[in-house]
């Protein structure tokens, strides 16, 4: 193994033989409340209906191709995802994986991208709450969007196989709604099959303009945004029971149910607009009013409102244990990583679970729409570095070892750091510059204050277990 992987060291109790005892998360889950958990973090729902629109009024007719395609990708990161979560199985998710297996820069330049999405998302997906709450109550987005970053916070404070039934409650509730919408688009449809590969989309002056393959392309970095929750798994993987097996499980499931639940009523939605402009406005509740009435749309409107409630207590669990995992690999001054690393008596790492979902409360707040395209930068460099590590997973220690493995290798990880490099140079430049500022802030922390203290600062941990 690499010099990456050690026993961590966080002030806990010392085992009988005077060594310290490792600060790890407690296995409490199966494969079956992973993928609840890890489907709520994906919210079909909530994508469908505060993500989606965006990319029909950008795609038009061609919302359903990109996503397909968005998809298609996914399968590829999925493996790598799938095999290198069970060669390292730590709550510091893709950070963990990229730092062992392609260096420590990678994997704090990961671990940056990843703490940069899920500190954007949760309060972008929490400000659509409240239109979808207008049908029964009218309310501020903002304050809204507040008290749900902050209800969520309050969940991610329980004990995770608690909150893996209230996620899964809710995501009950979100694919029925996401079903009602498909099966009135499939009803009440206007055009054919065909249209979905006419790359149509309405202009400006209400006339259809022609979708171009280059824009597509661009649209993927928010296409694999949609399904980009799949990830959640390797989070998890420090809590999930027998990680070698339930985690690349968790991970392929996750991506095949997300896809079906989330295409299929896209699909419905660009067969049953009544007209480009229609489809183009991304008005969804005001479709399913149209379609049938509004008690229905109501309906819908409610569950979506759960769905993001369900959104953000799993993304503030994710989180949090992304920022448990940094503390407990010495990413920070020594103060900093103790107060980060405390777990409650729920088992949760509580602090951190407070210092990423209090600040969301106040994000919620700031006018955070042009952070979807770098929000959709991060995600697509992301995969990248965690396709590197994957081409480079197999050397040494690494060949022998116990895990699940992809198929194909190593064409997937070098056909998808191929694909995924253009698509990231065909994003708009503000996005890359905006992404780019961050990431080379995050390199001049690691050369100032990581690389020097590299003996006792960032060293990845393993649980003991994961160790053999």
């Known amino acids: 193994m690499t010099d990456t992987l050690r026993p961590a060291d966080t002030g806990a109790a010392p085992a009988p033989d005077g060594t310290a005892r490792p600060q790890t998360l407690k296995r ?5 409340g992973g993928t609840l958990l890890t489907l709520s973090c994906v919210t079909p729902a909530s994508t469908l209906f505060v993500v989606v629109p965006d990319l029909f009024g950008s795609l038009g007719t061609a919302t359903a191709l990109t996503i ?5 990708l996914c399968v590829a990161v999925a493996f790598c995802y799938a095999e290198l979560g069970t060669l390292v199985p730590s709550a510091g998710g893709e950070y963990a994986m990229v730092s062992t297996l392609a260096g420590r820069l990678a994997g704090w330049l990961v671990f940056v991208l990843s703490l940069l999405v899920v500190m954007i998302v949760p309060p972008v997906i929490a400000l659509g709450t409240a239109d979808y709450l207008a049908p029964v109550v009218h309310l501020d987005a903002s304050w809204t969007g507040a008290g749900v970053m902050l209800l969520a916070t309050l969940a991610g404070l329980l004990d995770l196989r608690a909150n ?9 509730l979100e694919v029925v709604a996401a079903a009602v919408v498909a099966l009135l688009g499939f009803t009440h449809g206007h055009r054919g099959l065909g249209s979905l590969v006419s790359m149509r989309v309405a202009g400006t002056d209400g006339h259809p303009d022609t979708v171009t393959a280059l824009l597509v392309v661009s ?4 296409a694999l945004f949609v399904t980009q929750g799949f990830s959640t798994a390797v989070y ?5 029971e027998d990680p070698r097996r339930s985690v690349a499980r968790t991970v392929l499931a996750t991506l095949a149910i997300s896809t079906v639940v989330i295409l299929v ?6 067969l049953g607009a009544s007209d480009l402009q229609q489809l183009t406005g991304g008005d969804i509740g005001g479709m399913v009013t149209a379609w049938s009435d509004s008690a229905v749309g109501t309906f819908v409107s409610l569950c979506v409102a759960l769905a993001i409630v369900n959104a953000g207590i799993v993304m503030v669990i994710q989180n949090s244990r992304v920022l448990f995992a940094s503390a407990r690999d010495k990413a920070w001054p020594q103060p900093v990583n103790d107060v980060f690393a405390k777990l409650g008596r729920f088992g949760s790492p509580w602090v951190s679970t407070l210092a990423v979902g209090v600040p969301g409360a106040l994000l919620c707040f700031v006018n955070l729409d042009t952070l979807y395209g770098v929000t959709g930068v991060s995600v697509t460099g992301m995969y990248l570095l965690v396709a590197l590590a994957a081409l480079l997973g197999r050397r040494g220690d690494h060949r022998h070892a116990h895990a699940w493995r992809m198929p194909l290798w190593p064409v997937v990880p070098a056909l998808l750091i191929a694909v995924l490099a253009y698509v990231l140079v065909q994003q708009e ?3 890359l510059l905006w992404t780019g500022g961050i990431t080379a802030a995050a390199t001049l922390y690691w050369v100032l204050y990581l690389r020097p203290r590299r003996d006792t600062r960032w060293l990845v ?3 003991e277990d994961a160790r053999s």
Request: without cysteine.
């Open 461 to 463: 941990t393993l649980p």
């Open 28 to 32: 409490s889950i199966g494969v079956v």
């Open 219 to 222: 649209g993927l970095a928010i």
């Open 68 to 72: 397909a395609l968005g998809s298609l």
């Open 236 to 240: 998890l993987s420090e809590e999930l």
């Open 265 to 270: 009523p896209v699909v419905a939605i660009t």
């Open 429 to 431: 430049a503000a996005h």
């Open 164 to 172: 893996a039934w209230i996620t899964g409650v809710f995501l009950v």
